[in-house]
């Protein structure tokens, strides 16, 4: 049974940082991309980041230069950086795990980050 468990999210003010993790279990990870998506109040859920199987970052542009991804070594956990957040960046943050062979995609729960003025 494929689980993902995020942590890290929280409240923070303009200017601030988090750091989110979100581990995986359950899944063959030889073959995954690991990302993060977000979904604001009243929006559809978008890309954020994603780190290919072969550890290669991607980012969508309103996060570029603030937001890092990364991975541990396991391919398990895959963690996402955010420094000088703004109130745009309020939202659910979901995780999720992609097999580069099947094209499932699992996601996590989400967690809330809020980030106030």
């Known amino acids: 049974q494929v689980q993902l468990v995020e942590s890290g999210g929280g409240l923070v003010q303009a200017g601030g940082s988090l750091r989110l993790s979100c581990a995986a279990s359950?899944?063959?990870?030889?073959?995954?991309?690991m990302g993060w998506h977000r979904q604001a109040p009243g929006k559809q859920r978008e890309p954020v980041a994603i780190?290919?199987?072969?550890?290669?970052?991607n980012y969508t542009d309103f996060v570029k230069g603030r937001f890092t991804i990364s991975r541990d070594s396991a391919k398990t956990t895959v963690y996402l950086q955010m420094n000088n957040l703004n109130p745009e960046d309020t939202a659910v943050y979901y995780c999720?795990?992609?097999?580069?062979?099947?094209?499932?995609?699992?996601w996590g729960p989400g967690t809330q980050v809020t980030v106030s003025l």
């Open positions: 999720y795990v992609r097999c580069v062979l099947t094209a499932k995609t699992y």
């Open positions: 359950g899944i063959d990870f030889r073959f995954n991309d």
């Open positions: 780190i290919s199987n072969d550890g290669r970052p």
